[in-house]
């Protein structure tokens, strides 16, 4: 399957006032135009607040599909512009909640693999102006996925986005959101070999924690 980029969206950090507090955030994503470059974590031009959260190397960048904005749009009977869920790279015609962990993508220059599904905060209910989207977003099984750089390079809206890895597993980062947020009898079932150590460590602490492997 190949798609491609629709647009490449990157903010600085800054300060916003939520829950009557001053937070900071690198949510509020805008398309570039040009070939933006993608070295260590980052995009050119773009940061995280949080990176215990929302960057690092195994959350360098996340992306989101347009079929999901359409299914949101439909459903919510608004229009959202490109990088509204906080999203680097807006893409069409790949799948990215049914994406497998550890897949790896061709966009542009750069080579990039699935690492997991991102889990929603309150920041993206602020934005999207919703106490309860938080909820609403996990619900949906939609939740775009976050990726490492393995080779990095630069990438521009128009890019073709080619899979060029799919393991053996069967494990997607819609399931996996699935069983994070619904089925926690199933944890054993995310300890694919290309999950991500944080992801691996909390898993087993949970598991240790409900007496071993249930599923």
Not at 90 to 106: K, N, P
Not at 159 to 168: G, N, Q, W
Request: hydrophobic content about 40%; overall charge neutral.
């Amino acid at each position: 399957m190949s798609g491609r980029v629709l647009s490449v969206n990157v903010s600085s950090v800054r300060s916003v006032e939520m829950r009557g507090k001053s937070v900071t955030t690198g949510i509020y994503k805008i398309p570039v135009a040009g070939r933006v470059p993608l070295r260590g974590v980052n995009l050119r031009g773009d940061d995280q607040a949080d990176r215990n959260a929302h960057g690092g190397p195994d959350r360098a960048v996340y992306a989101y599909a347009s079929e999901d904005y359409r299914w949101w749009e439909a459903s919510l009977e608004r229009t959202l512009d490109a990088g509204m869920f906080g999203e680097n790279l807006t893409l069409a015609g790949v799948d990215v909640s049914g994406a497998l962990i550890g897949e790896r993508w061709r966009a542009g220059g750069t080579l990039l693999q699935v690492t997991a599904p991102r889990v929603p905060c309150f920041k993206l209910a602020h934005v999207m102006g919703d106490p309860a989207f938080v909820k609403r977003f996990a619900q949906a099984l939609r939740p775009g996925a976050y990726l490492s750089v393995v080779e990095e390079g630069e990438i521009a809206s128009g890019d073709a986005v080619e899979i060029t890895v799919k393991p053996r597993h069967v494990l997607t980062v819609a399931e996996m959101t699935h069983i994070y947020f619904n089925d926690r009898s199933r944890l054993a079932e995310l300890l694919v070999p290309e999950l991500p150590e944080e992801w691996q460590t909390w898993v087993e602490e949970q598991m240790a924690k409900r007496g071993g492997p249930q599923s």
